[in-house]
């Protein structure tokens, strides 16, 4: 197998009892804008810190041979190295790059979970390239039409998990359905949400409202999904009224990145306001860190990524932008997908249904 | 005719000259959720504005008859009544209810339309009743296909028309394509943008993205829409990088109501900082003025309300809960595109195409 090292890894696979114990994420090294520096940056914060769970996170860091090194001595017993030579951009298409670039840190880092010998995946490179390989490397839950991606909207008043986030732009009302019950396991398992108020996102709040295959999906997820709470409208998201807000690829793409041009330009007018006189500055210079850690509070970094769910094993995106920080909450996060077998329990659920 | 009053009205037919002079739009006075208070309150200040344009208003009010009777008095030559005795609610279906109430201020008003005693409509009452009753007493611009509601999204750099802002939850391309059409017309002759940069609302910058209806649209605006300029992501919409966006009409029902509940929300998130300590009070109130401006800024009832492109008449929707201030602004804008002549030049575009 091309670009893999010789080390000989532990065989654990996905369904063994190790999980309880130590996880293995396979961390992509050269995913994200500023990768590798700030990936292993991330890295380094996660294996420091004293925290029992972080300490039960093992990495498994697939890059470039000379971007790996320095850590991997520094944290010889947590880190195993996987060298490679490709790499997967963000422009690229990623059906046409998952199939040239054999030796891509995505590529590999997905054949390393197949094979078993990392328990979950982390990259904040291409989400398309890390969707596609994973679908086809790692592969689906049994049952599962189509994997979505899930997106946790910090809120002010309380997380919301919002899927499908882009993967599936044309979608049928038994993929939304699926997307409901991925969301609700996700959130009761790794956002700690008892009972999960699950919407679907659509035009109204009566069932006859909005397109056919939002008014078929409605009926569907009325049957099957334990905690359908009925359509979501727009102005639900940011009130936090559900945990989970289901809905299709397009739409949910759209949505995220008009709500992600909206604050950063609402802060950057803030920003004029604070600097437009010298009253001003020294107002803004009180209100200065209530608003920074609103500003926080809404920051999508702290969150640590979009879990791709309907895999067989855990794998989570980060944004490309993401800064040491976000990439060490990334693998958290990835470590939590795994440590809580959202896989299993997904496929479980699909198959109570039949 | 039921409900309609005796009064003789001058036929001034849709195309002819007149419009050049004084337009007379029909005001449903039993619309939005202060009427008709503050509907007739709106109409007054209007009517009391020394604008010459606005002096070039008159005004055919619909509704109960004791609501109509003190702004007949007060402005005689500017304001004719006609008495209607039922109104259509915001929660009715409008099929439904169009139907049943044929003596409503809505369907009412769409007939004076028609039949030529005025020239547009403006309401604050019910988006899907309006819409309804003037596709089926208007009636759609020859060759349209479906009618769309437009929205101007007030952003700091520069307004957006964005549709179809919810009349349309399924379409196809070439709706979407008739939408880019519309919405070109509008920015241009309402709005004032020579050369409207019009973009499809999308997952994606190149055109290979996107479900297979915006897919198929890409090609078709390519092909005949003069200003298109590509795909536009969600987070154009905020940064103006196009003066018209064009979608469907679930996701520009979801996206517009979203960015409104992100942008009450954030606001609210202000004032509890502003309100939870002295310091911060008195910083607040430094800075109160500028973030006040602001707000009105992005505040969508100074814009006066949704078009409805693609009838024969001109017809603006305003928000439920509109002020005084936004009612006037609402008259103002239906007798914009009245005077602009926007369905006359939406039917000669599509003449064009053949």
Redesign the interface.
């Known amino acids: 197998m091309t670009g893999l090292t010789e080390t000989q890894l532990n065989d654990s696979p996905l369904n063994s009892g190790a999980l309880s114990h130590t996880v293995r994420v396979a961390l992509d090294v050269m995913g994200g804008d500023d990768a590798p520096d700030v990936v292993i940056e991330g890295a380094r914060q996660l294996l420091k810190s004293n925290d029992t769970q972080d300490k039960a996170i093992n990495l498994v860091l697939v890059g470039a041979a000379e971007a790996l090194a320095a850590l991997r001595e520094e944290f010889p017993e947590r880190v195993e190295a996987v060298a490679t030579t490709e790499i997967i951009e963000m422009d690229e298409?990623p059906a046409v790059a998952v199939k040239q670039k054999k030796d891509s840190s995505i590529v590999v880092a997905c054949r390393l979970v197949k094979e078993g010998r990392a328990d979950a995946f982390f990259s904040a490179g291409s989400t398309g390239g890390a969707m596609t390989a994973a679908t086809l490397i790692i592969g689906r839950v049994r049952g599962i039409k189509r994997p979505a991606i899930a997106t946790v909207i910090p809120?002010?008043k309380g997380n919301v998990l919002l899927l499908d986030a882009?993967a599936n732009?044309?979608v049928t009302a038994e993929y939304l359905k699926q997307f409901a019950a991925m969301g609700e396991i996700f959130a009761r398992e790794v956002m700690g949400v008892p009972q999960p108020r699950v919407g679907l996102?659509?035009?109204g709040e009566e069932d006859?409202k909005?397109?056919?295959t939002?008014q078929d999906a409605y009926a569907l997820m009325q049957e099957s999904i334990a905690g359908f709470a009925g359509n979501a409208?727009?102005?639900?998201?940011?009130?936090a009224n559900f945990d989970v807000i289901v809905?299709d690829?397009?739409?949910g793409?759209?949505?995220?990145?008009?709500?992600?041009?909206?604050?950063?330009?609402?802060f950057s007018?803030?920003k004029s306001?604070?600097y437009?006189s010298t009253?001003?500055k020294?107002?803004?210079?009180?209100?200065k860190n209530?608003?920074g850690a609103?500003k926080d509070q809404l920051d999508i970094e702290a969150i640590g990524g979009a879990p791709l769910l309907g895999l067989q094993a855990p794998v989570v995106i980060g944004h490309g932008s993401s800064s040491a920080f976000a990439i060490e909450n990334g693998i958290r996060a990835t470590a939590a997908a795994a440590r809580q077998r959202i896989p299993q329990h997904i496929a479980a659920a699909i198959a109570q249904e039949g």
Chains 1, 2 share one sequence.
């Open positions: 298409h809120a002010p882009g732009t044309d996102l659509n035009v006859s909005g397109s056919q939002a409208e727009g102005t639900d998201i940011f009130k809905t690829g397009f739409t793409n759209i949505v995220l990145k008009a709500m992600e041009g909206l604050v950063a330009g609402l007018e803030l306001i604070f437009s009253k001003n020294l107002a803004a210079a009180v209100i209530d608003l609103l």
